[in-house]
């Protein structure tokens, strides 16, 4: 019954050619929900901001085999988390879940975040439960990204246990539904998935280990205190993500959940009205929930990875530099193919390598190409089986007329085949609801999940899929970043055109997520503002440094 719900969910909020999934009639930016959750009551432990935080490792080591490989054969005995724990936590925080900038255009001023948001919208929510860290009372704290601050939710039973940091993410659908309507849920689930990544890569600059636990939604909830329905009358309810544990590599203790003692805070009203209701969203979020552990694995390795790139700039910069483009230069977007192939390589769940090492669930999604400007590169469509066995099903599935031919000059490693050659920039464009973004760019990709086989295993793998599916769209958030170009994430798709494009019929291969990169034009009109001037305590931190 569950699985038919999400089938019926994901068939009906498709975009089609001759009609959009449903969704608001208008948009009145004046009434847009609050993007910033905060809870009136609740003791508030703020965290200090360091103008220059320690030397990161760099994004590629010099000499690895593996391209965006950081090390983690030792623990790191210098991590901030490791020495001082509350500062790094907040260093933690702040380059995975807090904000990178403000953009200010005329009377208009809007936060920019290091986690990526479809329209920046941010309906994802991030708590800490602490045991035993130093500087930090034992505790449950949901984190303020506008005020860098940890607002303490619940104190925990005193225990004997050693030592714990886990990191919960929760959603609140309605930032999205406000925007996107029924495709929302689609939209929630890519965020969290890119928020994962964030929290990967951010733990990487410090030297630490992330581990995504197999827990049920309901222990999320109740650990969370999602479930207290009384701290959020009147408020917009949260549904429970994932847990991840935070260590620093040293053979950690198993994880455990700690029992709540008191609770604090009552959840603020985000707004947003007229208060449209979809009720689909409700209806897919309940057959979706996990309701049973996960029997998880360890990640595996898909491939041998040759690559030997140059080193590339620090991780922390590249961070907080990252955004979303919002247009690109066609005249300037060829990159070349040592970058494209850097780039697809950083896709492959490696295993070992961040952020793939947080990913104990099977790999489902398989990104196929449409490539414009890569020089030497013939254009056209192209595909990247991220295991043998997908490769097996996609040339089984697609057209069968496709040549299946790997490019010459192609690493060894890479999986990477040339299906049609031929200009693909239209195509690519029309798809993509008729975005020039995915047409301007060096290339543009759609991501296939295995969609069938997947549910096979419990509809609780729709979220999972998608979680993928942002995780891919972090790595190539980065490393388009690290390349000096930028990346752009495509929510809004035709879906059945493009399994059209690709001779894909029935609901074996879906496309969930697109993406683009490119040179990209800056407006010069948006003004770019530091991202805590507004927080005296910054000023004040600057002068103890």
């Known amino acids: 019954m569950n699985t038919q719900q999400v089938r019926a969910y994901h068939e009906r909020t498709k975009h089609r050619l001759d009609a959009y999934a449903k969704g ?42 593996n391209a965006t ?46 986690n990526p948001s479809s329209g920046n919208l941010h309906p994802t929510e991030g708590y800490l439960v602490a045991t035993g860290i130093d500087g930090l009372g034992d505790g449950v704290y949901h984190y303020a990204p506008h005020e860098h601050a940890l607002e303490l939710r619940g104190t925990l039973t005193p225990t004997d246990a050693p030592p714990q940091l886990l990191f919960g993410l929760s959603s609140i659908a309605w930032r999205e539904a406000w925007k996107y309507g029924e495709r929302a849920f689609r939209y929630v689930q890519l965020d969290v998935g890119h928020a994962l990544g964030a929290i990967r890569y951010a733990a990487a600059a410090l030297g630490l280990q992330v581990e995504l636990l197999p827990v049920t939604d309901a222990e999320i909830s109740a650990l969370l205190g999602l479930d207290r329905a009384g701290d959020f009358t009147n408020a917009e309810a949260e549904h429970p993500d994932m847990l991840l544990r935070i260590h620093s590599g040293a053979a950690p203790q198993p994880a455990y959940l700690p029992t709540i003692n008191d609770w604090y805070g009552k959840a603020n009203a985000l707004g947003g009205y007229p208060h449209d209701e979809w009720p689909i969203i409700e209806t897919v979020t309940a057959a ?19 690559a030997n790139p140059a080193p590339q700039p620090d991780l922390i910069p590249l961070i907080r530099q990252r ?13 070349t193919p040592a970058t494209f192939y850097q780039m697809l390589t950083a896709l492959l769940p490696v295993n070992g390598q961040s952020p793939w090492d947080v990913w104990p669930l099977p790999t489902r999604l398989h990104p196929v190409l449409f490539v414009h400007r890569v020089e030497g590169l013939i254009p056209g469509l192209y595909a990247l089986p991220r295991h043998a066995q997908a490769e097996i099903a996609l040339r ?16 060894d490693h890479l999986p990477l085949y040339r299906l049609l050659e031929g200009d693909a920039r239209k195509a690519a464009r029309t798809i993509s609801c008729h975005q020039d973004i995915a047409s301007t760019s060096a290339f543009s990709l759609g991501m296939l999940a295995e969609f069938d086989a997947g549910l096979v295993d419990g509809a609780h793998v729709y979220r999972e899929l998608y979680w993928e599916a942002g995780l891919l769209g972090q790595v190539l958030y980065l490393e388009a970043e690290a390349a000096g170009v930028r990346g752009t994430g495509i929510g809004c798709f035709f879906d059945d055109v493009v399994h059209e494009v690709f001779g894909l019929a029935g609901t074996r291969f879906q496309s969930l997520y697109h993406f683009t990169v490119g040179s990209p034009v800056v407006d010069a009109r948006l003004e770019t503002l530091p991202p805590y001037a507004h927080l005296p305590r910054e000023c004040e931190a600057h002068d103890r440094s």
């Open 24 to 65: 608001p009639q208008y948009l009145d930016w004046e009434q847009q929900p609050n993007p910033f959750r905060r809870f009136a009551g609740a003791q508030v432990v703020e965290l200090a901001l360091e103008e220059n935080p320690p030397p990161a490792p760099p994004f590629s080591k010099e000499g690895s085999q």
């Open 69 to 114: 490989s950081i090390d983690f054969s030792e623990p790191n005995p210098a991590s901030p988390f490791a020495k001082e724990g509350l500062r790094g936590i907040s260093l933690l925080l702040e380059l995975s879940l807090g904000l990178s900038a403000w953009k200010q255009y005329g009377p208009d001023r809007w936060a920019l975040r290091c």
């Open 288 to 306: 979706t929930t996990r309701t049973r552990r996960g029997e998880w694995h360890s990640p595996s390795s898909s491939s041998e990875n040759s």
């Open 323 to 335: 955004r979303s483009a919002q247009a690109f230069s066609s005249k300037a977007s060829t990159i």
């Open 396 to 411: 089984a599935a697609m057209n069968p007329d496709f040549v299946w031919q790997k490019p010459e000059g192609c690493p």
